[in-house]
């Protein structure tokens, strides 16, 4: 009898902790925990990387991942994360912020991290609306789209138009990689992991800021089906926030693939 030969190809990476998330069904917050442990793990940073968790649905993220993990007060993440990089020269310090806590409350922080050159680097995940609140208008909410606080839909007459982050930050001379990708399927999540893994070796590099813009769904807020938010993300998202790199330092040209 011919023993049969069993081979694993996918496990939980090593910067995973063994939990249950607290996150909606059908949120891509979890591809996005996993796509960061999975980095961290390949490019051998996990024992010298410290995260800084903000206020928003990610609250929790420093129960997810295994490795040094703070909390930062609402919109403060990019200001923590200066200061242990700025003490911690030689670790690997990264933000992982929602919409609400970077482009709102946390504006201020996360454009003059990006002025400063700061060496760090920031997942940004872009639902379009407020989350962990209720589903309120967020500066990223597309125009027209209903949410708790705007529930005729955003006008933007009142209201203004949505940020568009990465755009604005590959404006700021001390960015040195500023992307975005989405994670509405397959062929996307393997996009955002290869920019996730450049934007760690920008720092590895001493390349600056850099930031990975991720369009993500919430299927909780947006009243739909896992599905269905999928769908959104891909058609009424990606008009309004169109991936690509909008800024990438030359010495990261080479990696690129």
């Not at 967020?138 to 027209?144: C, E, Q």
């Not at 989405?182 to 450049?198: G, Q, T, V, Y």
């Amino acid at each position: 009898m011919v023993e049969a030969k069993t081979e694993v190809i996918y496990q939980r990476p090593e910067s995973f902790t063994d939990v249950h998330t607290h996150y909606c069904p059908g949120c891509t917050h979890g591809v996005a925990h996993r796509l960061v442990a999975e980095v961290i793990d390949e490019m051998g940073l996990r024992e010298k990387t410290i995260g800084v968790a903000p206020v928003g649905c990610s609250v929790f993220a420093y129960n997810y991942f295994e490795m040094d993990f703070v909390e930062a007060a609402h919109g403060r993440a990019p200001a923590m994360a200066t200061g242990i990089k700025r003490v911690l020269p030689d670790n690997t310090v990264f933000t992982y912020q929602g919409d609400g806590d970077l482009a709102s409350i946390g504006i201020a922080e996360i454009m003059h991290a990006a002025g400063r050159g700061e060496n760090l680097t920031v997942i940004f995940i872009n639902n379009a609306i407020y989350g962990m609140t209720g589903g309120q208008m967020a500066p990223t909410t597309l125009p027209g789209m209903k949410t708790t606080s705007s529930p005729y839909g955003r006008d933007v007459e009142l209201a203004g138009y949505p940020l568009k982050m990465a755009e604005l930050l590959a404006q700021m001379e001390g960015s040195g990689y500023i992307v975005r990708r989405s994670l509405h399927d397959a062929s996307n999540i393997r996009k955002a992991k290869k920019a996730i893994r450049l934007a760690f070796e920008a720092q590895e590099r001493g390349l600056g800021f850099s930031m990975v813009e991720l369009l993500s769904s919430c299927p909780t807020n947006w009243s739909m089906s896992a599905q269905e938010a999928l769908g959104f993300v891909e058609e009424k998202m990606l008009p309004v926030y169109p991936l690509g790199d909008y800024k990438v330092t030359p010495a990261l040209q080479e990696l690129r693939v």
